[in-house]
């Protein structure tokens, strides 16, 4: 089984800055796409980032230039750097991975979701 545990959320006051990060444990073989995702009270969730095995990264048009996806695919654990935050980034923070499954000869991926940490940006 595998199981994601995200990290770093909190309160913190507009402007300011956090770092998310999410460990990947379990049977991994090997992990392809990461990602972030959020929802907000009474909206659906919605994408922030995602990175390759390759390092290529897509963000929401909200976030550029303020959020940075990055992985250690060595310790199977993906960061969210958050800088510039609005309230309006108040948010449940997920993250997801595409796991290899077995049999690994057929190359299938599972997507697998963490539980969530919640972000709250303050005025």
């Known amino acids: 089984q595998v199981q994601l545990a995200e990290s770093g959320g909190g309160l913190v006051q507009a402007g300011g800055s956090l770092r998310l990060s999410c460990e990947a444990s379990g049977s991994i073989r090997s992990i392809n796409t990461m990602g972030w995702y959020r929802q907000a009270p009474g909206k659906q969730r919605e994408l922030v980032a995602t990175?390759?095995?390759?390092?290529?990264?897509n963000y929401a048009d909200s976030v550029k230039g303020r959020f940075t996806i990055s992985r250690d695919s060595g310790k199977n654990t993906l960061y969210l750097q958050m800088a510039s935050l609005k309230c309006e980034d108040t948010a449940v923070y997920y993250c997801?991975?595409?796991?290899?499954?077995?049999?690994?000869?057929?190359?299938?991926?599972?997507?697998?979701w963490g539980q969530g940490t919640q972000v709250t940006v303050s005025s």
């Open positions: 990175i390759t095995t390759g390092g290529s990264t």
């Open positions: 997801n991975a595409d796991v290899l499954i077995p049999p690994f000869f057929t190359a299938r991926f599972r997507t697998y």
